[in-house]
């Protein structure tokens, strides 16, 4: 038993490329220069523009418009950071334990907080007002809120379980 003989030609002549790989080079230099003619196009209208801008914020347009720009952009800045240092964690776990500690006998409805004067109301229901005060009550151990105070209350009389709705406002601290 022998092996059939194996030739390995490392030095062979090229073959020349099908119509498909011309195709597909064809259709990539055609994609390349299109992207070029796209951008040149979007290069220019860019440029366009940037020289409209300085025509407007330069001579004989307003001088004022980049400063008020300024001003909104420092403006929107400053309510981004007040947004962000507004404890809205520690202050939704904060109602969340007052909730649980309530055995569940007090449901939030809303809460409504007022970042520029640090106040928040929260709008509740309880099975009794007896629960409304024990809720405002917990309410003034917490380390957020300050001041929590009962507000107003309705018993809803056209339910049958006479359930009482009620609003407690507080302050909450700065920093916390």
Known sequence: MTAPVMRLDFVSTARRP????????????????ATAANYQQ???R??????????????????NAPAATSDK???ETRAAIAE?????????ADLEAAVADSQD??????????????KVKIKAESRSLPA?????????QSDVLLYPLLDSHEI?????????RFEITAAWRRGT
């Open 132 to 140: 409304a005060v024990a809720f405002a009550q917990r309410l003034q």
């Open 73 to 75: 952009l420092l403006a």
């Open 156 to 164: 809803q009389v056209h339910d049958q379980y006479r359930p009482v």
């Open 105 to 118: 006998s007090v449901a939030l409805l809303a809460i409504e907080p007022d970042r520029e004067t640090l």
């Open 46 to 63: 860019a440029d366009g523009l940037d020289l409209k801008i300085a025509a407007t914020t330069g001579a004989g347009g307003n001088a």
């Open 18 to 33: 099908g119509a498909g790989a011309i195709l597909v080079l064809l259709i990539g230099v055609l994609s390349v220069v």
């Open 42 to 44: 979007l290069r220019r």
């Open 84 to 92: 962000l240092a507004t404890p809205w964690g520690r202050l939704l």
